[in-house]
């Protein structure tokens, strides 16, 4: 970059586990010549989507990849966010900025920060996209009508989710419609028309997998004509009206401006939690499966990795949100490597926990929830583990790095929705 040149930068946002990191590792993958440093938000203290990033990628956190971990930043989080942006345009050199926001993000003040803050000298907001789960989005608004289920949602003392959802699409420049594989031809066409009618004007597109056209969604998405979303917040911010074309009041503004303290935002706002599990012994793997394939309703998002008996050298990936949760096996753990790799490998990574006797062999689960009972939850995958090196039967269990067994999984609309692999216990 050029002294005075200013770097394009993407926010993306959407819901918990839409599939923003699907979308961003589609991205890494298929980036080209291009030069892109990436920033992951992740409102758990443990930031399983920056790890999984940096394990698809070349990138290595704390290298390419920056995380800010445990909160939110829209809100807590924005003056580290700032700062690290700030920081990273100083240090390095890259073509395009990409920031993950976390799930529970409200991604206007996420994009107003690189307008209003120090960090408008060194960026501009090239697009804000929203990753929208759309069987959850079909399921939430079932009859196309999103602001009457919104109203209908709220218990007075904190937002519905569906409200956040709302925001994240209002917003958007871009709408990535992800999880098409999960709705019919007629959810989705629904899906469609209610976040066209919450933002006209945005690029609508449909995917699985986060499969989008690089070009397109790195590409300047600023539409002048069409001043929605965060853009007349931003507006409203510098003294403007404070309603928005469409009516709607700057709630994100309002909000920010009073659980500013203690109470992290997405507690405060929409009574989201989160907690991390996390053990060192083997879980069974038929009680994971089990435990892990029918999570109460309480748990909105929950991810992380497991160490499963039986298969002590396979570090899997657990994967839930909503309906849906998977478990993959990710490749071998670093304490089942050669020795030298094992050396190389803990020198590049010092932030690596590491254990005497079994290294980086872990359960470490992010929960994400509302009103989630963690003793329980706790109690429930407690009640399922084995001491390390005892014998158990893990064969349903994947071992070939990349495959996914799916522990449960949506139903949809009329047709079946295609397995993922085979079903080791329950589901839900
Ligand atoms: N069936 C299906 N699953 C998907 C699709 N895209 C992503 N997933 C899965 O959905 C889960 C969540 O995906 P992530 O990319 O981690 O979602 P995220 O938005 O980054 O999640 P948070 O950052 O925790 O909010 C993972 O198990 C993905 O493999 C899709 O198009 N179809």
């Known amino acids: 970059m050029n002294a005075g040149e200013t770097i394009?930068?993407?926010?993306?946002?959407?819901?918990?586990?839409?599939?923003?990191?699907?979308?961003?590792?589609?991205?890494?993958?298929?980036?080209?010549?291009?030069d892109i440093a990436v920033l992951v938000n992740d409102m758990g203290s443990v930031n399983v989507d920056a790890e999984l990033v940096a394990e698809e990628s070349d990138l290595a956190v704390g290298d390419g990849v920056t995380e800010l971990s445990n909160g939110c930043i829209c809100c807590e989080l924005q003056d580290d966010l700032e700062t690290a942006v700030v920081r990273l345009a100083r240090e390095r050199s890259f073509d395009h900025l990409v920031v993950e926001a976390s799930g529970v993000s409200e991604p206007g003040?996420?994009?107003?920060?690189?307008?209003?803050?120090?960090?408008?000298?060194?960026?501009?907001?090239?697009?804000?996209?929203?990753?929208?789960?759309?069987?959850?989005?079909?399921?939430?608004?079932?009859?196309?009508?999103?602001?009457?289920?919104?109203?209908?949602?709220?218990?007075?003392?904190?937002?519905?989710?569906?409200?956040?959802?709302?925001?994240q699409v209002e917003s958007a420049d871009l709408v990535v419609l992800n999880k098409r594989d999960l709705v019919s031809d007629a959810e989705l066409a629904a899906v469609r028309d209610a976040v066209e009618a919450l933002r006209p004007g945005a690029t609508v597109v449909e995917t699985d997998h986060g499969d989008v056209d690089v070009d397109l969604l790195l590409s300047d998405l600023h539409d002048p004509d069409a001043p929605v979303g965060w853009r007349a917040a931003l507006e409203s911010d510098m003294g403007g009206d404070e309603r928005d074309q469409d009516g709607h009041g700057d709630h994100d503004r309002d909000d920010h401006e009073h659980d500013h303290d203690e109470t992290p935002h997405a507690e405060a706002t929409y009574g989201v939690t989160s907690f991390v599990y996390r053990r060192r012994a083997p879980l069974d793997p038929d009680g994971a499966a089990a435990v892990l394939g029918d999570l109460p309703d309480s748990v909105v998002r929950a991810k992380g990795s497991l160490w499963i008996a039986g298969a002590e050298d396979v570090h899997y990936t657990y994967s839930q949100a909503g309906p849906s949760a998977y478990v993959a096996a990710a490749g071998p753990w670093v304490a089942s490597r050669p020795e030298f790799e094992q050396d190389t490998y803990r020198r590049n990574h010092p932030e690596l926990d590491w254990h005497d006797d079994h290294g980086d062999r872990r359960t470490e689960l992010v929960f994400i929830g509302r009103g989630m009972d963690e003793d329980a939850l706790a109690a429930a995958l407690d009640d399922h583990l084995l001491d390390p090196g005892a014998s158990a039967d893990a064969g349903d269990y994947p071992t070939e790095p990349g495959a996914e067994v799916a522990l449960a999984e949506p139903t949809r609309e009329r047709e079946s929705v295609p397995t993922a692999g085979t079903t080791p216990e329950g589901g839900r």
């Open 8 to 34: 394009p930068v993407t926010v993306l946002g959407g819901s918990l586990g839409a599939g923003k990191t699907t979308l961003l590792n589609h991205l890494l993958t298929n980036a080209g010549d291009r």
């Open 109 to 167: 003040p996420v994009a107003r920060l690189f307008v209003t803050s120090r960090a408008a000298a060194r960026y501009d907001v090239a697009g804000l996209a929203t990753v929208v789960d759309s069987r959850l989005f079909a399921d939430t608004f079932g009859d196309g009508d999103p602001e009457r289920t919104v109203a209908e949602e709220g218990d007075g003392s904190v937002r519905p989710l569906s409200d956040l959802l709302v925001e």
